[in-house]
């Protein structure tokens, strides 16, 4: 079956850390550019980051709101691709979805929040 799993948020301080992991399963992740999306309450989806590959080189881009704190990365042996999230701010609690790039295949989401 196709689909992305993903996991690793919860509830952290402001200033704090997270990874989350998204794992595809089905297809062969290598051939795919993946992206990171939240949906922060109230708010339209934002695309947060997005990592692709061409060649063998990957290309990274991120939203200016992350710019310089959040990193993807990606681990193409184990199908997975990460978002690590640095000096957490409480503006960055939403719901994390993983996607394929340029498909309709989304991870199930999961919760961030950051709170004091």
């Known amino acids: 079956q196709v689909q992305l799993v993903e996991s690793g948020g919860g509830l952290v301080q402001p200033g704090g850390s997270l990874r989350l992991s998204c794992t595809g399963y089905?297809?062969?992740?290598?051939?795919?550019?993946m992206t990171w999306y939240r949906r922060i309450p109230g708010k339209e989806r934002e695309l947060v980051a997005l990592?692709?590959?061409?060649?063998?080189?990957?290309?990274?881009d991120y939203a200016d709101s992350v710019k310089g704190r959040f990193t993807i990365s990606r681990d193409d042996a184990k199908n997975t691709v990460y978002l690590h999230m640095n000096s957490l701010k409480p503006e960055d609690t939403a719901v994390y979805y993983c996607?394929?790039?340029?498909?309709?295949?989304w991870g199930q989401g999961t919760q961030v929040t950051v709170s004091s």
């Open positions: 996607n394929r790039r340029y498909s309709n295949l």
């Open positions: 990592i692709s590959t061409s060649l063998g080189a990957f290309y990274t």
């Open positions: 089905g297809f062969t992740f290598s051939d795919y550019g």
